[in-house]
């Protein structure tokens, strides 16, 4: 890694297209912003080369969702006869011209990165190539690969009024060939990608090279079309509509999601991808046979489909990736012999994911299962890998015959048929499912364990901002409260009432959730500070989020703001406030983290008469951000933390060095545009200081040597 070089940067303006409320930067072009934001680290040259690519990976999957969903949503609007964004106002041609021109410059970008990219591999002796070696061997060594594990996974279909172009499903890949035939006839062959056919072929040898795959299909070509001359090929790829309508009143959930989502791969094309140089009856051939027009097609000057190049992450050596960071096991945990509840039992954690262990989680549900005093667990599901501990925990329990109580989440995104198959397995061992809510989305993370201690019921929470799903918990930043107080548990219990009952919980002690609660109360909050800051006692905000759009919400933070109440906003993506305008918001500052990992817990603190730090500081966590989806459309809950050690973890460690980080920072400008700051090799990360330093309330016993 360089230790002597600084990195700054600075994003394109996202001022409100014109004719629109200049108060508010739009979601998309926020959105946008965010995505350049995340591209930008891969010039960051102080960082590992390895992980570098793996930002231009994750950039290029984040825009495949954005066509995938936004652009699709617009295309969707306008296709219904609707031309101006609701809520918004702002013209929906005049939008999507906008977004399609920044998006398809951040394409470009991202191919002139990887190109670099590329280059410094090579420096390092790792070779990406786009053509097959010339050397004898590796010639021979590719056609043997080919016919071997190649070709057998391949249909390659020419085009004739019997053969006509095959469907392409959702980011699906192909290659299009212009071949002469022995009567010198133009013909058309088309090959399908498969979606498990490796993007790369690792070629033999000490050093690490690899070419890409349409490559090797297209050197081999003659052994498909035996008596045909290559005239021209093309590498392409489509995204298409994926955003699914489900019937409310529909009696049969699964049946209708495994319905939406067959329909879902066979949604409009978006986007479509092909390299720059390929001929035009290729285009057109291309555009028609996908139903799209060719102002909305982009020629890539390299590879298609960048997310792919992930693939060579798990190849590279170690001085080229971050260096290795083991998880922590919360001590406090440890202190009681691994026993959770004892722990708990002491006093309410907070675990910082992930630079301390998702395991304790797991342990936690684990421990549950297995505890014969455990009569009852109740979980929600949103998101999950398909073999969950967390899933392996609820059927060993419900197999146990304690009563057990899953609450799955049909509608999260790209997760449905995951779920379903989740949901499936759960009941056939006797775990009572339920869905929720047909309208609302349930988004609340929340387990509820009934545990029987000396004659008495003691129900045992845990509340995050993050999904229960292990292998995110590796790189999501996010927080597990876990606590045994019982009015908390009073509120989750009534909480899951509403889910399997919808009879709406309205006296809860320590929480508010939505869609009922959450804007009254945020709202209220926002005021108390108003009306501090006019008394002269302290006052502030800080929030920690990943979004923050709700129109009524920005209004109350800057009448706040007029009023002289200082806020610090810590939003990863979307930010439709705008800051630093003179009698608007001159006292609101939001600034992004972009790093190592990706921010994802949700806090919101609030002064209350007291300096951050104060005992008289209001802070809660919550699964919202400050969208009107999250605090109109679903169920989310905010839970206030009161116990001491976990407040100061929170407000003293989390928030503050979060506040003092340089090296992540992004700060939004009143014009829309971010700016990072240059920062010297040695400028203070938030990510690294957690990496070295346990969190307050799970240090345990180290607290005591630390001091």
Not at 355 to 380: G, H, K, N, W
């Amino acid at each position: 890694m360089a230790n002597d070089m600084m990195f700054s940067g600075l994003t394109e303006s996202i001022l409100p297209p014109a004719n629109t409320d200049i108060r508010y930067f739009n979601r998309e072009l926020s959105w946008l912003a965010f995505n350049e934001r995340v591209l930008a680290l891969t010039e960051d040259v102080s960082l590992p080369l390895a992980e570098r690519l793996r930002f231009v990976s994750i950039s290029a999957d984040n825009l495949h969702e954005f066509f995938m969903v936004r652009i699709a949503g617009l295309r969707q609007l306008q296709q219904r006869g609707v031309h101006r964004v609701p809520h918004d106002d702002t013209e929906i041609e005049t939008l999507l011209s906008l977004l399609h021109q920044r998006s398809l410059a951040l394409l470009a970008k991202q191919n002139r990165l990887l190109a670099s990219l590329i280059a410094a591999f090579k420096a390092e002796n790792i070779l990406i190539l786009d053509e097959v070696p010339t050397d004898g061997e590796d010639v021979e060594w590719l056609e043997t690969h080919f016919v071997t594990n190649i070709l057998p996974l391949l249909t390659p279909t020419t085009l004739d009024p019997a053969h006509p172009f095959p469907f392409f499903h959702n980011q699906g890949k192909g290659m299009l060939f212009e071949l002469a035939d022995a009567n010198k006839k133009l013909v058309h062959g088309v090959i399908l990608l498969p979606e498990n056919l490796a993007r790369f072929v690792k070629l033999p040898g000490d050093n690490l090279r690899f070419v890409l795959v349409e490559a090797v299909i297209k050197a081999c070509i003659g052994k498909i079309y035996t008596k045909h001359v290559l005239k021209s090929s093309a590498v392409f790829s489509i995204i298409r509509d994926s955003e699914i309508e489900i019937d409310d009143e529909a009696n049969d959930l699964i049946n209708e999601f495994e319905t939406a989502l067959r329909a879902r791969k066979r949604g409009n094309v978006v986007l479509l991808t092909l390299n720059s140089d390929a001929s035009a009856s290729t285009l057109n051939l291309l555009c028609q046979a996908m139903a799209i027009e060719k102002d909305r097609c982009f020629g890539a000057d390299g590879p298609v489909s960048l997310n792919n190049f992930a693939e060579l992450i798990s190849y590279m050596p170690k001085h080229l990736l971050y260096p290795t960071f083991n998880p922590r096991f919360p001590q406090r945990i440890r202190d009681f012999d691994g026993d959770c509840f004892a722990a708990i039992r002491n006093k309410d954690i907070v675990v910082h994911h992930p630079y301390e262990s998702f395991e304790v989680v797991v342990r936690f549900l684990q421990q549950s299962a297995r505890d014969p005093d455990v009569l009852a667990i109740r979980q929600t599901l949103y998101r999950t890998t398909p073999d969950s501990p967390i899933v392996g925990a609820l059927i060993e329990a419900a197999e146990s015959g304690k009563s057990v109580t899953a609450v799955i989440e049909l509608k999260a995104r790209f997760d449905e048929k995951n779920n379903i198959l989740l949901a499936r397995d759960l009941e056939r061992a006797g775990v009572h499912i339920a869905y929720g809510l047909t309208d609302l989305k349930i988004h609340a993370k929340m387990s509820a364990v009934v545990r029987r201690e000396s004659g008495r019921l003691v129900t045992y929470t845990h509340l995050g901002t993050g999904n229960y799903h292990p292998i995110t918990a590796k790189v999501y930043t996010d927080l597990s409260y876990f606590t045994c107080d019982k009015e908390v548990g009073r509120d989750v219990y009534e909480v899951f009432k509403y889910l399997t009952s919808h009879v709406h919980p309205e006296k809860l002690k320590k929480s508010f959730i939505s869609p009922h609660q959450s804007m009254p109360r945020l709202s209220s909050l926002i005021d108390a500070e108003i009306v501090a800051a006019a008394q002269g006692t302290p006052s502030g905000i800080w929030i920690k989020c990943n979004a923050i759009v709700d129109r009524n919400l920005i209004d109350k933070l800057y009448e706040a703001s007029c009023a002289g109440v200082k806020i610090e906003i810590i939003a990863r993506g979307i930010c439709c406030l705008r800051p630093g305008v003179d009698g608007l918001s001159e006292n609101i500052t939001v600034r992004s983290i972009v790093g190592r990992y990706l921010e994802h817990g949700r806090i919101y603190a609030f002064a209350s008469g007291g300096k951050f730090g104060s005992p008289k500081n209001t802070v809660f966590m919550s699964s919202a951000d400050l969208m009107p989806r999250n605090l109109l459309r679903r169920v989310e809950m905010f839970v206030q933390l009161e116990n001491p050690t976990v407040r100061k973890q929170v407000i003293n460690q989390i928030l503050t060095a979060l506040l003092q980080d340089e090296r992540n920072s992004w700060f939004l400008m009143h014009d829309g545009s971010y700016r990072h700051f240059e920062t010297a090799p040695d400028s203070f990360s938030a990510h690294d200081y957690f990496i070295a330093n346990p969190s307050l309330s799970g240090a345990g016993s180290l607290a005591k040597e630390t001091k």
